[in-house]
């Protein structure tokens, strides 16, 4: 069956510019997370949705980012005023709940010039 | 939050020869799971090992899990170029799932 869907792959952006990365988990998967990961390093976490609402936000760096579900299934992560140090692949993962592996997309990589 | 704690970060074996890592972490799980990620394609889930479970198997793997000292193994046998990526070990016990450095295993032909 269909994976995860992270749109678009690549994004070039402009510093202080506005993004949204897309994620369409798999159907039926309740649970969603967000990560990104930078050259070298582990996925941080950044977000973590069960249904429509975010359970665990405390990922997210600062107020620029943001992240929505409104129907418990693709999800949008939002980045505001853009900087250079928000480049990074970011990872969506989409899993059935507690206990359930999770199923990660192939990543967004965003760079911001 | 916790994350894993792999060791060692670096590993470079032989074709054919078996891969041992380890994973330490701190506080309780409900599981403990172990990804792979291999340069240009994404992670993938290899297994998952419940709190309440001592030893699994999956193929070439061979995942344990001993609670009472907070750490995990993962055993890749007869390793093959293929299996060159990066491993991590994932302990669940709230929410989120968080992701250390992971092991970085490099497999010689």
């Known amino acids: 069956g269909a994976g995860v869907s992270q749109t678009p792959s690549n994004k070039v952006t402009e510093k202080g510019k506005y993004v949204e990365l897309r994620c369409d988990p798999i159907?039926?998967?309740?649970?969603l997370y967000w990560y990104r990961q930078s050259l070298g390093q582990g996925p941080e976490f950044l977000i973590y949705f069960q249904g429509t609402g975010a359970a665990d936000d405390s990922g997210l760096p600062n107020d620029r980012f943001f992240a929505v579900r409104p129907e418990g299934s693709v999800s949008t992560l939002k980045i505001q005023r853009t900087e250079r140090g928000d480049s990074a692949v970011y990872l969506c993962a989409s899993s059935l709940g507690q206990d359930s592996p999770l199923h990660f997309g192939n990543g967004t990589r965003l760079t911001v010039t | 939050s916790q994350q894993g704690e792999e060791d060692p970060q670096a590993l470079s074996i032989q074709e054919g020869e078996n891969a041992t890592m380890n994973c330490s972490y701190k506080t309780s799980i409900n599981n403990l799971q172990w990804y792979r990620q291999n340069s240009g394609r994404g992670l993938v889930h290899l297994i998952l090992i419940r709190s309440n479970e001592r030893e699994k198997h999956s193929g070439r793997l061979r995942v344990t899990l001993d609670t009472s000292k907070k750490s995990s193994s993962l055993l890749i046998t007869a390793s093959r170029a293929a299996d060159t990526a990066s491993y991590f070990c994932?302990?669940?016990?709230?929410?989120?799932?968080?992701f250390g450095k992971g092991n970085q295993v490099v497999v010689i032909p």
């Open positions: 994932v302990p669940y016990g709230n929410n989120r799932l968080a």
């Open positions: 159907s039926g998967h309740t649970a």
